[in-house]
Protein backbone atom coordinates (compact mmCIF):
# COMPACT_ATOMS: atom_id res chain seq x y z
CA UNK A 1 0.00 0.00 0.00
CA UNK A 2 1.47 3.38 -1.28
CA UNK A 3 1.36 5.89 1.88
CA UNK A 4 4.09 8.02 1.42
CA UNK A 5 3.10 11.78 2.20
CA UNK A 6 5.43 14.49 3.48
CA UNK A 7 3.50 17.48 3.66
CA UNK A 8 2.72 18.48 7.42
CA UNK A 9 -1.11 19.08 6.82
CA UNK A 10 -1.51 15.35 5.67
CA UNK A 11 0.38 13.89 8.56
CA UNK A 12 -2.92 12.43 10.19
CA UNK A 13 -4.35 11.25 7.08
CA UNK A 14 -0.95 9.01 6.84
CA UNK A 15 -1.08 8.08 10.30
CA UNK A 16 -4.72 6.85 9.52
CA UNK A 17 -3.39 4.94 6.02
CA UNK A 18 -0.33 3.02 8.44
CA UNK A 19 -2.84 2.44 10.70
CA UNK A 20 -5.60 0.79 8.49
CA UNK A 21 -1.73 -0.90 5.92
CA UNK A 22 -1.37 -2.77 9.48
CA UNK A 23 -4.94 -4.02 10.29
CA UNK A 24 -4.92 -4.96 6.44
CA UNK A 25 -2.43 -7.16 6.75
CA UNK A 26 -2.76 -8.42 10.21
CA UNK A 27 -6.20 -9.82 9.33
CA UNK A 28 -7.61 -12.13 7.92
CA UNK A 29 -6.34 -14.83 10.43
CA UNK A 30 -4.76 -17.77 7.57
CA UNK A 31 -7.55 -20.41 6.58
CA UNK A 32 -7.91 -23.18 8.58
CA UNK A 33 -5.99 -26.71 6.49
CA UNK A 34 -9.03 -28.53 4.49
CA UNK A 35 -9.08 -32.25 4.48
CA UNK A 36 -10.26 -34.40 1.20
CA UNK A 37 -13.44 -36.00 1.20
CA UNK A 38 -15.90 -37.20 -0.49
CA UNK A 39 -19.49 -36.09 -0.53
CA UNK A 40 -22.39 -38.17 1.10
CA UNK A 41 -25.74 -37.38 -0.27
CA UNK A 42 -28.08 -36.19 2.13
CA UNK A 43 -31.29 -38.06 2.63
CA UNK A 44 -33.18 -38.37 -0.52
CA UNK A 45 -36.07 -36.05 -1.10
CA UNK A 46 -39.26 -36.40 -3.10
CA UNK A 47 -38.25 -33.21 -4.69
CA UNK A 48 -35.10 -34.62 -6.51
CA UNK A 49 -35.15 -35.69 -10.04
CA UNK A 50 -32.81 -37.86 -12.13
CA UNK A 51 -32.26 -35.79 -15.46
CA UNK A 52 -31.32 -37.85 -18.45
CA UNK A 53 -28.98 -35.44 -20.66
CA UNK A 54 -28.15 -37.67 -23.62
CA UNK A 55 -25.32 -35.58 -24.52
CA UNK A 56 -26.08 -35.50 -28.15
CA UNK A 57 -23.05 -33.61 -29.78
CA UNK A 58 -20.21 -35.87 -28.15
CA UNK A 59 -23.18 -39.15 -27.77
CA UNK A 60 -20.93 -41.71 -26.18
CA UNK A 61 -20.92 -39.69 -22.96
CA UNK A 62 -24.35 -39.51 -21.90
CA UNK A 63 -25.05 -39.10 -17.95
CA UNK A 64 -27.82 -38.89 -15.39
CA UNK A 65 -28.01 -35.63 -13.67
CA UNK A 66 -29.33 -36.10 -9.99
CA UNK A 67 -30.97 -32.40 -9.14
CA UNK A 68 -32.22 -30.99 -5.84
CA UNK A 69 -35.56 -29.20 -6.64
CA UNK A 70 -35.42 -27.37 -3.16
CA UNK A 71 -32.37 -26.49 -2.92
CA UNK A 72 -31.57 -25.95 -6.65
CA UNK A 73 -27.81 -27.89 -6.37
CA UNK A 74 -26.59 -30.63 -8.38
CA UNK A 75 -26.18 -33.47 -6.48
CA UNK A 76 -24.08 -35.81 -8.22
CA UNK A 77 -23.82 -37.39 -11.67
CA UNK A 78 -24.30 -41.20 -13.24
CA UNK A 79 -22.37 -42.01 -16.41
CA UNK A 80 -24.40 -43.78 -19.32
CA UNK A 81 -22.57 -44.37 -22.09
CA UNK A 82 -24.07 -44.26 -25.56
CA UNK A 83 -27.39 -43.97 -26.31
CA UNK A 84 -28.57 -45.23 -23.06
CA UNK A 85 -31.70 -46.49 -21.90
CA UNK A 86 -32.27 -45.50 -18.05
CA UNK A 87 -34.82 -46.14 -15.45
CA UNK A 88 -35.78 -46.34 -11.46
CA UNK A 89 -36.24 -49.79 -9.60
CA UNK A 90 -39.78 -49.21 -7.61
CA UNK A 91 -38.49 -48.74 -4.37
CA UNK A 92 -36.08 -45.88 -6.08
CA UNK A 93 -33.17 -47.54 -4.15
CA UNK A 94 -31.12 -47.94 -7.69
CA UNK A 95 -30.86 -46.21 -11.26
CA UNK A 96 -30.62 -49.06 -14.23
CA UNK A 97 -28.96 -47.53 -16.95
CA UNK A 98 -28.65 -50.32 -20.07
CA UNK A 99 -25.77 -48.79 -22.30
CA UNK A 100 -22.87 -49.29 -24.98
CA UNK A 101 -19.57 -49.05 -25.01
CA UNK A 102 -17.12 -49.69 -27.74
CA UNK A 103 -13.75 -50.91 -26.68
CA UNK A 104 -11.96 -47.89 -28.11
CA UNK A 105 -13.98 -45.04 -26.72
CA UNK A 106 -15.44 -44.22 -30.14
CA UNK A 107 -14.86 -47.33 -31.98
CA UNK A 108 -14.26 -51.34 -31.83
CA UNK A 109 -15.99 -53.94 -30.35
CA UNK A 110 -19.31 -53.39 -28.90
CA UNK A 111 -20.62 -54.02 -25.63
CA UNK A 112 -23.85 -53.74 -24.15
CA UNK A 113 -24.52 -53.59 -20.61
CA UNK A 114 -27.24 -52.63 -18.06
CA UNK A 115 -25.01 -50.86 -14.85
CA UNK A 116 -26.76 -50.62 -11.68
CA UNK A 117 -26.21 -47.47 -9.17
CA UNK A 118 -26.83 -46.78 -5.52
CA UNK A 119 -28.72 -43.85 -5.28
CA UNK A 120 -27.74 -43.63 -1.20
CA UNK A 121 -23.81 -43.34 -2.89
CA UNK A 122 -24.37 -43.17 -6.61
CA UNK A 123 -21.62 -45.73 -6.57
CA UNK A 124 -22.17 -48.80 -9.50
CA UNK A 125 -22.54 -51.43 -7.36
CA UNK A 126 -23.13 -54.12 -10.53
CA UNK A 127 -23.67 -55.07 -13.70
CA UNK A 128 -25.14 -57.66 -16.15
CA UNK A 129 -23.82 -57.87 -19.68
CA UNK A 130 -26.44 -58.06 -22.89
CA UNK A 131 -26.40 -59.44 -25.96
CA UNK A 132 -25.77 -56.73 -28.70
CA UNK A 133 -29.16 -55.54 -29.44
CA UNK A 134 -30.66 -52.94 -26.80
CA UNK A 135 -32.73 -50.49 -28.43
CA UNK A 136 -30.48 -47.23 -29.07
CA UNK A 137 -33.69 -44.54 -29.12
CA UNK A 138 -35.04 -41.46 -28.03
CA UNK A 139 -35.56 -41.93 -23.98
CA UNK A 140 -38.91 -43.34 -22.64
CA UNK A 141 -39.61 -45.10 -19.89
CA UNK A 142 -40.22 -48.19 -21.74
CA UNK A 143 -36.62 -49.04 -23.08
CA UNK A 144 -36.06 -50.66 -19.66
CA UNK A 145 -38.33 -51.28 -16.80
CA UNK A 146 -38.15 -53.42 -13.71
CA UNK A 147 -41.77 -55.15 -13.09
CA UNK A 148 -43.44 -53.37 -10.13
CA UNK A 149 -42.34 -56.22 -7.51
CA UNK A 150 -38.67 -55.71 -8.71
CA UNK A 151 -38.32 -59.07 -9.31
CA UNK A 152 -37.76 -59.20 -12.84
CA UNK A 153 -35.69 -56.38 -15.00
CA UNK A 154 -36.67 -56.22 -18.69
CA UNK A 155 -34.71 -55.00 -21.72
CA UNK A 156 -36.05 -53.75 -24.97
CA UNK A 157 -34.04 -54.94 -27.78
CA UNK A 158 -33.97 -53.90 -31.66
CA UNK A 159 -31.66 -55.12 -33.82
CA UNK A 160 -34.17 -54.19 -35.99
CA UNK A 161 -35.89 -57.54 -35.05
CA UNK A 162 -38.22 -56.78 -32.01
CA UNK A 163 -38.01 -58.57 -28.68
CA UNK A 164 -36.90 -57.87 -25.43
CA UNK A 165 -34.18 -59.51 -22.64
CA UNK A 166 -35.71 -61.11 -19.36
CA UNK A 167 -32.95 -60.40 -16.37
CA UNK A 168 -33.06 -61.57 -12.86
CA UNK A 169 -31.37 -57.97 -10.85
CA UNK A 170 -31.17 -60.09 -7.81
CA UNK A 171 -28.44 -62.65 -8.93
CA UNK A 172 -26.93 -60.55 -11.89
CA UNK A 173 -28.48 -63.00 -14.89
CA UNK A 174 -30.20 -62.83 -18.28
CA UNK A 175 -32.89 -65.10 -17.92
CA UNK A 176 -34.28 -65.40 -21.48
CA UNK A 177 -35.15 -63.34 -24.95
CA UNK A 178 -39.05 -63.15 -25.71
CA UNK A 179 -39.55 -62.57 -29.29
CA UNK A 180 -42.39 -59.94 -29.91
CA UNK A 181 -43.30 -60.25 -33.61
CA UNK A 182 -42.45 -56.57 -34.62
CA UNK A 183 -44.25 -54.99 -31.35
CA UNK A 184 -41.56 -53.19 -29.40
CA UNK A 185 -40.86 -51.76 -25.76
CA UNK A 186 -40.91 -53.38 -22.51
CA UNK A 187 -44.06 -51.68 -20.62
CA UNK A 188 -44.36 -53.90 -17.32
CA UNK A 189 -47.78 -55.02 -15.09
CA UNK A 190 -47.96 -56.99 -12.68
CA UNK A 191 -45.55 -59.38 -11.16
CA UNK A 192 -44.62 -61.09 -14.57
CA UNK A 193 -46.50 -59.29 -17.16
CA UNK A 194 -44.66 -57.78 -20.29
CA UNK A 195 -46.61 -55.23 -23.18
CA UNK A 196 -45.37 -54.34 -26.31
CA UNK A 197 -46.54 -51.33 -28.42
CA UNK A 198 -47.63 -53.13 -32.31
CA UNK A 199 -47.47 -50.95 -35.27
CA UNK A 200 -51.23 -51.90 -35.70
CA UNK A 201 -52.00 -49.58 -32.89
CA UNK A 202 -52.07 -53.37 -30.66
CA UNK A 203 -50.35 -53.69 -27.20
CA UNK A 204 -48.91 -57.87 -26.98
CA UNK A 205 -49.09 -58.75 -23.47
CA UNK A 206 -46.32 -61.43 -22.66
CA UNK A 207 -46.74 -63.57 -19.04
CA UNK A 208 -43.81 -65.28 -17.94
CA UNK A 209 -43.52 -68.19 -15.70
CA UNK A 210 -41.20 -67.84 -12.04
CA UNK A 211 -38.32 -68.52 -14.34
CA UNK A 212 -38.44 -65.47 -16.82
CA UNK A 213 -39.49 -67.67 -19.86
CA UNK A 214 -43.43 -67.46 -22.30
CA UNK A 215 -45.98 -68.60 -20.79
CA UNK A 216 -48.73 -67.07 -22.41
CA UNK A 217 -48.93 -64.22 -24.65
CA UNK A 218 -52.23 -62.46 -25.81
CA UNK A 219 -52.99 -59.44 -28.80
CA UNK A 220 -55.68 -56.54 -27.74
CA UNK A 221 -57.67 -54.68 -29.56
CA UNK A 222 -56.19 -51.38 -31.28
CA UNK A 223 -56.70 -48.54 -28.81
CA UNK A 224 -54.90 -46.09 -31.37
CA UNK A 225 -54.82 -45.15 -34.99
CA UNK A 226 -51.53 -45.02 -36.23
CA UNK A 227 -52.27 -44.01 -38.99
CA UNK A 228 -54.69 -41.19 -38.18
CA UNK A 229 -53.36 -40.16 -34.84
CA UNK A 230 -50.22 -42.11 -33.66
CA UNK A 231 -49.54 -41.92 -30.02
CA UNK A 232 -46.18 -41.01 -28.41
CA UNK A 233 -44.13 -44.01 -26.70
CA UNK A 234 -43.72 -42.05 -23.89
CA UNK A 235 -46.23 -42.82 -21.43
CA UNK A 236 -47.15 -41.76 -18.39
CA UNK A 237 -47.39 -42.92 -15.36
CA UNK A 238 -51.03 -43.74 -13.92
CA UNK A 239 -52.88 -45.21 -10.17
CA UNK A 240 -53.51 -48.17 -12.63
CA UNK A 241 -51.35 -48.13 -15.91
CA UNK A 242 -50.47 -45.56 -18.24
CA UNK A 243 -51.53 -42.42 -19.74
CA UNK A 244 -50.47 -42.67 -23.64
CA UNK A 245 -50.83 -38.82 -25.55
CA UNK A 246 -51.67 -38.60 -29.36
CA UNK A 247 -50.03 -36.57 -31.54
CA UNK A 248 -53.53 -34.88 -31.75
CA UNK A 249 -53.81 -34.88 -28.07
CA UNK A 250 -55.59 -37.43 -27.66
CA UNK A 251 -55.38 -39.06 -24.16
CA UNK A 252 -55.19 -42.70 -23.80
CA UNK A 253 -55.27 -44.41 -20.55
CA UNK A 254 -54.72 -47.84 -20.50
CA UNK A 255 -55.38 -49.96 -17.22
CA UNK A 256 -53.04 -52.37 -16.83
CA UNK A 257 -54.15 -54.13 -13.16
CA UNK A 258 -55.69 -57.39 -14.69
CA UNK A 259 -54.34 -59.68 -17.22
CA UNK A 260 -55.45 -57.91 -20.54
CA UNK A 261 -55.07 -54.48 -21.04
CA UNK A 262 -58.43 -52.04 -20.48
CA UNK A 263 -58.20 -49.18 -22.70
CA UNK A 264 -60.68 -46.00 -21.25
CA UNK A 265 -62.52 -43.70 -23.68
CA UNK A 266 -60.03 -41.47 -25.09
CA UNK A 267 -60.75 -37.80 -24.45
CA UNK A 268 -59.27 -34.67 -26.10
CA UNK A 269 -56.19 -31.96 -24.22
CA UNK A 270 -58.06 -29.27 -26.66
CA UNK A 271 -61.26 -28.38 -27.65
CA UNK A 272 -63.02 -29.23 -31.49
CA UNK A 273 -61.25 -25.88 -32.57
CA UNK A 274 -58.43 -26.03 -30.94
CA UNK A 275 -57.38 -29.55 -32.84
CA UNK A 276 -54.53 -29.37 -35.50
CA UNK A 277 -53.49 -25.71 -33.91
CA UNK A 278 -52.68 -26.66 -30.53
CA UNK A 279 -51.01 -29.93 -29.84
CA UNK A 280 -48.83 -31.52 -27.46
CA UNK A 281 -44.69 -31.88 -28.53
CA UNK A 282 -42.13 -33.03 -26.85
CA UNK A 283 -39.05 -35.84 -25.82
CA UNK A 284 -41.40 -36.61 -22.05
CA UNK A 285 -44.75 -35.35 -23.24
CA UNK A 286 -46.22 -35.69 -20.20
CA UNK A 287 -46.07 -35.80 -16.26
CA UNK A 288 -48.80 -36.89 -13.70
CA UNK A 289 -49.67 -35.99 -10.00
CA UNK A 290 -51.26 -39.47 -9.42
CA UNK A 291 -52.72 -38.50 -6.07
CA UNK A 292 -53.86 -35.08 -7.29
CA UNK A 293 -55.06 -36.49 -10.58
CA UNK A 294 -53.73 -33.55 -12.78
CA UNK A 295 -51.58 -34.04 -15.72
CA UNK A 296 -48.80 -31.49 -17.18
CA UNK A 297 -48.62 -31.19 -20.94
CA UNK A 298 -46.08 -28.89 -22.83
CA UNK A 299 -48.62 -27.82 -26.06
CA UNK A 300 -47.48 -25.81 -28.93
CA UNK A 301 -49.41 -24.30 -32.05
CA UNK A 302 -48.11 -26.06 -35.16
CA UNK A 303 -49.28 -28.94 -37.56
CA UNK A 304 -48.20 -32.08 -38.73
CA UNK A 305 -44.69 -32.75 -38.63
CA UNK A 306 -44.69 -30.65 -35.27
CA UNK A 307 -44.70 -33.11 -32.89
CA UNK A 308 -41.31 -33.13 -31.37
CA UNK A 309 -41.24 -29.28 -31.24
CA UNK A 310 -41.61 -28.39 -27.42
CA UNK A 311 -44.19 -26.74 -25.33
CA UNK A 312 -44.33 -23.08 -25.06
CA UNK A 313 -47.29 -23.27 -23.00
CA UNK A 314 -47.58 -25.77 -20.17
CA UNK A 315 -51.27 -26.89 -20.02
CA UNK A 316 -52.77 -28.21 -16.52
CA UNK A 317 -55.77 -30.75 -16.30
CA UNK A 318 -57.79 -32.30 -14.07
CA UNK A 319 -57.81 -36.24 -15.05
CA UNK A 320 -61.30 -37.37 -13.91
CA UNK A 321 -63.13 -34.32 -15.25
CA UNK A 322 -61.27 -33.83 -17.88
CA UNK A 323 -61.01 -30.12 -17.50
CA UNK A 324 -58.11 -27.67 -18.35
CA UNK A 325 -57.24 -25.90 -15.17
CA UNK A 326 -54.68 -23.96 -15.99
CA UNK A 327 -52.42 -22.56 -19.24
CA UNK A 328 -48.99 -21.65 -18.04
CA UNK A 329 -47.00 -19.78 -20.59
CA UNK A 330 -43.46 -20.77 -20.33
CA UNK A 331 -41.41 -18.08 -22.94
CA UNK A 332 -43.14 -15.52 -20.73
CA UNK A 333 -41.29 -17.15 -17.51
CA UNK A 334 -37.79 -16.61 -20.30
CA UNK A 335 -37.80 -19.87 -20.91
CA UNK A 336 -37.47 -21.79 -24.36
CA UNK A 337 -39.56 -24.44 -25.74
CA UNK A 338 -40.19 -27.43 -22.83
CA UNK A 339 -38.88 -30.58 -24.51
CA UNK A 340 -39.58 -32.61 -20.96
CA UNK A 341 -41.60 -32.33 -17.90
CA UNK A 342 -42.10 -34.11 -14.39
CA UNK A 343 -43.47 -33.79 -11.71
CA UNK A 344 -42.64 -34.75 -7.66
CA UNK A 345 -45.30 -36.83 -6.55
CA UNK A 346 -45.66 -35.41 -2.91
CA UNK A 347 -48.37 -33.30 -1.54
CA UNK A 348 -46.72 -29.96 -1.92
CA UNK A 349 -45.26 -31.04 -5.64
CA UNK A 350 -42.75 -29.14 -8.19
CA UNK A 351 -43.20 -29.38 -11.75
CA UNK A 352 -39.82 -29.63 -13.37
CA UNK A 353 -39.41 -28.17 -17.25
CA UNK A 354 -36.25 -28.97 -19.12
CA UNK A 355 -36.10 -26.52 -22.39
CA UNK A 356 -34.60 -27.00 -25.84
CA UNK A 357 -31.56 -24.30 -24.51
CA UNK A 358 -31.19 -27.33 -21.95
CA UNK A 359 -32.26 -25.09 -18.75
CA UNK A 360 -34.78 -26.87 -16.30
CA UNK A 361 -37.22 -24.70 -14.40
CA UNK A 362 -38.47 -25.36 -10.79
CA UNK A 363 -42.25 -24.74 -10.80
CA UNK A 364 -44.63 -24.62 -7.76
CA UNK A 365 -47.19 -27.38 -9.55
CA UNK A 366 -50.29 -25.96 -8.02
CA UNK A 367 -49.74 -22.40 -9.05
CA UNK A 368 -47.40 -22.64 -11.91
CA UNK A 369 -45.30 -19.86 -10.27
CA UNK A 370 -41.74 -20.16 -11.03
CA UNK A 371 -39.12 -20.73 -8.55
CA UNK A 372 -36.11 -21.23 -10.21
CA UNK A 373 -34.34 -21.90 -13.80
CA UNK A 374 -30.92 -24.16 -13.60
CA UNK A 375 -29.06 -23.06 -16.50
CA UNK A 376 -27.89 -25.42 -18.56
CA UNK A 377 -28.61 -28.98 -16.94
CA UNK A 378 -26.60 -30.73 -18.63
CA UNK A 379 -26.39 -30.70 -23.02
CA UNK A 380 -29.62 -32.69 -24.16
CA UNK A 381 -32.11 -33.41 -21.09
CA UNK A 382 -34.50 -34.88 -22.99
CA UNK A 383 -36.11 -37.08 -20.13
CA UNK A 384 -36.73 -36.56 -15.87
CA UNK A 385 -37.46 -39.48 -13.34
CA UNK A 386 -38.04 -39.45 -9.90
CA UNK A 387 -38.62 -41.68 -7.31
CA UNK B 1 -46.85 -39.43 -53.06
CA UNK B 2 -49.39 -41.03 -51.02
CA UNK B 3 -49.28 -44.22 -52.18
CA UNK B 4 -45.37 -44.84 -52.32
CA UNK B 5 -45.89 -43.76 -48.77
CA UNK B 6 -47.51 -46.82 -48.48
CA UNK B 7 -45.46 -48.97 -50.48
CA UNK B 8 -42.32 -48.55 -48.56
CA UNK B 9 -43.97 -48.49 -45.58
CA UNK B 10 -45.66 -51.88 -46.53
CA UNK B 11 -42.03 -53.29 -47.51
CA UNK B 12 -40.48 -51.92 -44.48
CA UNK B 13 -43.45 -53.10 -41.83
CA UNK B 14 -43.11 -56.66 -43.48
CA UNK B 15 -39.61 -56.50 -43.18
CA UNK B 16 -39.73 -55.78 -39.42
CA UNK B 17 -42.61 -58.51 -38.98
CA UNK B 18 -40.34 -60.84 -40.83
CA UNK B 19 -37.26 -60.43 -38.25
CA UNK B 20 -38.41 -62.26 -35.38
CA UNK B 21 -35.19 -63.84 -32.95
CA UNK B 22 -36.10 -66.51 -34.75
CA UNK B 23 -35.73 -65.77 -38.57
CA UNK B 24 -33.04 -63.37 -37.63
CA UNK B 25 -30.21 -64.10 -40.20
CA UNK B 26 -32.83 -65.17 -43.30
CA UNK B 27 -34.14 -61.56 -42.30
CA UNK B 28 -30.59 -59.86 -42.61
CA UNK B 29 -29.95 -61.67 -45.66
CA UNK B 30 -32.99 -60.28 -47.04
CA UNK B 31 -32.11 -56.97 -45.32
CA UNK B 32 -28.93 -56.69 -47.21
CA UNK B 33 -30.09 -57.65 -50.20
CA UNK B 34 -32.49 -55.21 -50.17
CA UNK B 35 -29.97 -52.77 -48.71
CA UNK B 36 -27.96 -53.26 -52.59
CA UNK B 37 -31.25 -52.44 -54.42
CA UNK B 38 -32.38 -49.44 -52.11
CA UNK B 39 -31.60 -48.23 -49.04
CA UNK B 40 -33.74 -49.11 -46.53
CA UNK B 41 -34.93 -47.79 -43.24
CA UNK B 42 -33.10 -44.60 -41.86
CA UNK B 43 -32.97 -42.86 -38.72
CA UNK B 44 -31.81 -40.63 -35.96
CA UNK B 45 -32.23 -39.82 -32.78
CA UNK B 46 -34.40 -37.68 -30.32
CA UNK B 47 -34.14 -33.95 -29.94
CA UNK B 48 -34.83 -30.24 -30.53
CA UNK B 49 -37.81 -28.85 -31.97
CA UNK B 50 -36.14 -27.09 -35.94
CA UNK B 51 -37.60 -26.08 -38.93
CA UNK B 52 -40.38 -27.84 -38.88
CA UNK B 53 -41.66 -25.98 -41.29
CA UNK B 54 -38.88 -24.93 -43.22
CA UNK B 55 -39.21 -24.37 -46.77
CA UNK B 56 -35.54 -24.44 -48.66
CA UNK B 57 -32.01 -23.26 -48.20
CA UNK B 58 -28.75 -25.09 -48.89
CA UNK B 59 -27.62 -28.64 -48.21
CA UNK B 60 -25.81 -27.28 -45.25
CA UNK B 61 -28.97 -25.83 -43.66
CA UNK B 62 -31.67 -27.59 -41.91
CA UNK B 63 -34.01 -26.04 -44.28
CA UNK B 64 -32.43 -28.06 -47.31
CA UNK B 65 -35.55 -29.33 -49.11
CA UNK B 66 -34.50 -33.39 -48.75
CA UNK B 67 -34.31 -32.96 -44.99
CA UNK B 68 -37.58 -32.83 -44.17
CA UNK B 69 -37.71 -35.76 -41.85
CA UNK B 70 -34.22 -35.92 -40.67
CA UNK B 71 -32.86 -35.80 -36.94
CA UNK B 72 -29.35 -35.64 -36.65
CA UNK B 73 -26.36 -34.01 -38.08
CA UNK B 74 -25.94 -32.73 -41.48
CA UNK B 75 -23.04 -34.74 -42.99
CA UNK B 76 -22.73 -32.00 -45.09
CA UNK B 77 -21.31 -29.81 -42.30
CA UNK B 78 -19.18 -32.81 -41.41
CA UNK B 79 -16.66 -33.79 -44.10
CA UNK B 80 -19.37 -35.55 -46.19
CA UNK B 81 -22.50 -34.07 -48.77
CA UNK B 82 -25.95 -34.56 -48.69
CA UNK B 83 -25.39 -37.60 -50.20
CA UNK B 84 -22.21 -38.93 -49.01
CA UNK B 85 -20.87 -40.09 -45.22
CA UNK B 86 -17.57 -37.92 -44.21
CA UNK B 87 -14.41 -40.01 -44.42
CA UNK B 88 -13.58 -42.63 -42.23
CA UNK B 89 -16.87 -43.43 -41.68
CA UNK B 90 -19.12 -46.09 -42.74
CA UNK B 91 -22.79 -45.90 -44.11
CA UNK B 92 -25.40 -47.80 -42.81
CA UNK B 93 -27.26 -50.72 -44.91
CA UNK B 94 -30.24 -49.99 -43.27
CA UNK B 95 -32.53 -47.14 -43.20
CA UNK B 96 -35.44 -45.42 -43.58
CA UNK B 97 -37.41 -43.83 -46.57
CA UNK B 98 -39.40 -40.60 -46.57
CA UNK B 99 -40.47 -38.45 -49.16
CA UNK B 100 -39.66 -34.36 -49.27
CA UNK B 101 -41.06 -31.78 -51.96
CA UNK B 102 -38.43 -29.95 -53.92
CA UNK B 103 -39.52 -26.65 -53.86
CA UNK B 104 -36.85 -25.64 -57.30
CA UNK B 105 -38.45 -28.38 -59.94
CA UNK B 106 -41.90 -28.78 -57.83
CA UNK B 107 -41.31 -32.70 -57.77
CA UNK B 108 -41.39 -35.10 -54.64
CA UNK B 109 -38.72 -37.51 -53.92
CA UNK B 110 -38.32 -40.44 -52.25
CA UNK B 111 -35.22 -39.98 -50.23
CA UNK B 112 -33.23 -42.47 -48.08
CA UNK B 113 -32.02 -41.20 -44.93
CA UNK B 114 -28.94 -43.44 -43.85
CA UNK B 115 -26.43 -42.51 -40.81
CA UNK B 116 -23.01 -42.51 -41.01
CA UNK B 117 -21.06 -44.84 -38.78
CA UNK B 118 -18.09 -45.34 -36.48
CA UNK B 119 -17.10 -42.41 -34.99
CA UNK B 120 -18.72 -40.57 -32.35
CA UNK B 121 -21.59 -37.68 -32.94
CA UNK B 122 -20.26 -34.92 -35.27
CA UNK B 123 -22.16 -32.25 -33.03
CA UNK B 124 -22.78 -29.66 -36.32
CA UNK B 125 -25.73 -29.03 -38.11
CA UNK B 126 -28.10 -30.53 -35.65
CA UNK B 127 -31.57 -30.53 -37.74
CA UNK B 128 -34.71 -32.42 -36.51
CA UNK B 129 -37.57 -32.58 -39.02
CA UNK B 130 -40.03 -34.52 -38.76
CA UNK B 131 -42.68 -34.67 -41.66
CA UNK B 132 -44.74 -37.72 -41.90
CA UNK B 133 -42.69 -39.19 -38.85
CA UNK B 134 -43.99 -41.91 -36.76
CA UNK B 135 -43.14 -43.42 -33.23
CA UNK B 136 -39.99 -46.48 -33.11
CA UNK B 137 -43.59 -48.90 -33.25
CA UNK B 138 -43.59 -48.14 -36.85
CA UNK B 139 -39.79 -48.53 -37.72
CA UNK B 140 -39.95 -47.77 -41.18
CA UNK B 141 -40.85 -44.03 -40.40
CA UNK B 142 -39.25 -43.78 -37.46
CA UNK B 143 -36.22 -41.25 -37.14
CA UNK B 144 -35.15 -41.39 -33.55
CA UNK B 145 -33.36 -45.36 -33.85
CA UNK B 146 -29.73 -45.40 -34.60
CA UNK B 147 -29.74 -46.70 -38.07
CA UNK B 148 -25.86 -47.56 -37.15
CA UNK B 149 -27.37 -50.38 -35.18
CA UNK B 150 -26.32 -53.16 -37.00
CA UNK B 151 -22.96 -52.13 -38.46
CA UNK B 152 -20.11 -53.59 -37.04
CA UNK B 153 -19.50 -50.27 -35.37
CA UNK B 154 -22.59 -49.14 -34.56
CA UNK B 155 -21.46 -45.73 -33.12
CA UNK B 156 -23.80 -43.16 -34.74
CA UNK B 157 -21.99 -39.98 -36.91
CA UNK B 158 -23.94 -38.08 -39.15
CA UNK B 159 -26.81 -38.66 -41.31
CA UNK B 160 -27.30 -38.19 -45.33
CA UNK B 161 -30.76 -37.93 -47.37
CA UNK B 162 -30.22 -39.82 -50.25
CA UNK B 163 -32.86 -39.05 -53.35
CA UNK B 164 -34.02 -42.54 -54.74
CA UNK B 165 -36.09 -41.55 -57.16
CA UNK B 166 -38.74 -39.04 -58.38
CA UNK B 167 -42.33 -39.87 -56.34
CA UNK B 168 -44.82 -40.51 -58.85
CA UNK B 169 -48.59 -39.12 -58.39
Redesign the interface.
Do not use: Q
Given at each position: MGCLMRSAPLRSAATLCLTLSVLAHAAPPPLPAEHLTVQQLPPKSPHWVYVYD?A?????DARVHLFDGDSYRRLGQIDAG??PSVNLSPDGATTVVAT?Y?ARG???A?TDVVEFTDNTTLAVTGEIVLPPKR?????SLFNIAYSPDGHFLYVAY??????FGVLDPAHGKVLG?I?T?????VIPSGPNRVSS???SGRLLTVTLDTQGHEAARALSEPFFD?DRD????QGIPTTRGYAFLSFLGEVHEVDLSGTRPAFAQPWSLVSPAEQGRWRP?A?QVGAIHRALGRLYVPM?Q?G???????GTEIWVFDMPSHRRLASWPVQAAGLS?V?AVQVSQDPAPILFAAS?AADVAVFDALSGKLRHVEKHLGQ?P?MMLNP | MRSLDHLFEHSS?S???R??????LA?LGQ?LTGAALLPL?PVD?????WA??AKSGGPETCEYWKY??I?GFLCSCCGGTSSSCPPGTASSP?TWIGTCHNPGDGRDYIVSYNDCC????C?NC?C????????????SR?N???WC??NA????HCTVSVILGVAEK
Open positions: EFNNEIFTTFSRGRVETAPLTPAASEDAGCVLICEPPVFVGDHGEGTHKDGRLNTW | RLARTSRRSLSLLRGGRASDCADIGKTSGENRNEREKPVYRPNDLNMADSNY
